[in-house]
């Protein structure tokens, strides 16, 4: 396997539970170097078979880093003898003209990987550092910033491991783990206390949400003692009343088309989540280059 020299942090452990297990990452390198690979890669037919180089990779943007596994496994998976030496972590923020990592090996096979790891590394630290700029929106208030389902296909597990590297949480992983009641669910069983009734004898383990509209089904909500509340598209007078309401009855969570200007105001009114789309569905990448810092070695 390359060679990982990690940067001391100490964040590192509580980071590393958040991350797909290792063979889970080892199949997604795998489906993305069989994307842009394929049969073989013909320009790097061009290099010296045997060659040895070295390369490095810097930033040009002020960012949060994540995506050191991905990274990693690219490289693995072409040549083990690849050596890698990092010099900032997952969850570190890096500056323009910042160097990140610094490779050594087989000239064709870090050519090869390049675009696959950089890929990885670019699109996971756009998604960390745009959670990064949330949590910084409402520091110092009791109120956790959550990601969504909203995702790009495939990418689910790596997106929310990259908003934990940027400070915020994350909501239920997927359909499988948790229940949600939406409109449609509440009009199929017949009302919200049917929902909920219905939810809690199949939940098992599982945890409870459902969304309201208004403050008279909060309230319908709330009788029927469910353990969490989406509280969809409310005003700022809506979601402060409805903080009165529970009086700590129910977690309660803000949620639709909420933008980073307005995080801090919704957060001031007392709910205890808020949950953002645009974290992972509107991903800027983070502007990285890997390049050669030496002729080819014999």
Not at 75 to 97: K, M, S, T
Request: glycine share 8%; hydrophobic share 45%; net charge negative.
């Amino acid at each position: 396997m390359p060679t990982v020299v990690p940067v001391s942090d100490p964040s590192a452990a509580s980071l590393s539970r958040y991350l797909p297990p290792p063979a889970l990452i080892e199949a997604q390198v795998r489906d993305a170097l069989a994307e842009d690979v394929g049969d073989g890669d013909l320009t790097a037919q061009l290099l010296p078979v045997d060659a040895v180089a070295r390369a490095e990779v810097m930033t040009r943007d002020d960012a949060v880093l994540c995506g050191v596994a991905w990274f990693d496994q690219v490289f693995r998976q072409l040549d083990p003898l690849v050596e890698i030496e990092w010099h900032a972590r997952d969850g570190e923020r890096v500056l323009p003209g910042q160097l990140l990592c610094s490779l050594r090996g087989n000239l064709r096979q870090l050519l090869t990987g390049e675009r696959t790891a950089l890929n990885y590394l670019q699109l996971l630290s756009g998604t960390a550092t745009r959670a990064r700029r949330y949590a910084d929106a409402v520091a110092g208030l009791p109120v956790r910033i959550l990601d969504t389902r909203k995702t790009l296909p495939g990418l689910r597990r790596q997106q929310k491991y990259a908003v934990v590297c940027g400070g915020c949480d994350n909501h239920r992983m997927g359909l499988f783990d948790a229940i949600l009641i939406k409109e449609n669910h509440i009009s199929a069983a017949g009302s919200i206390r049917a929902a909920i009734a219905a939810a809690k004898r199949l939940a098992g383990d599982a945890p409870v949400e459902i969304e309201v509209e208004s403050l008279d089904e909060l309230n319908e909500a709330l009788d029927a003692g469910v353990e969490r509340v989406l509280l969809d598209n409310f005003g700022l007078p809506e979601l402060r009343r409805a903080v009165e309401l529970t009086a700590g009855r129910s977690r309660l969570e803000a949620s639709g088309g909420i933008t980073r200007d307005r995080l801090r105001v919704i957060a001031e009114t007392g709910v205890d989540d808020i949950s953002v789309g645009g974290l992972t569905k509107h991903v800027e990448a983070v502007d990285l280059s890997m390049r050669l810092r030496s002729a080819p070695l014999a």
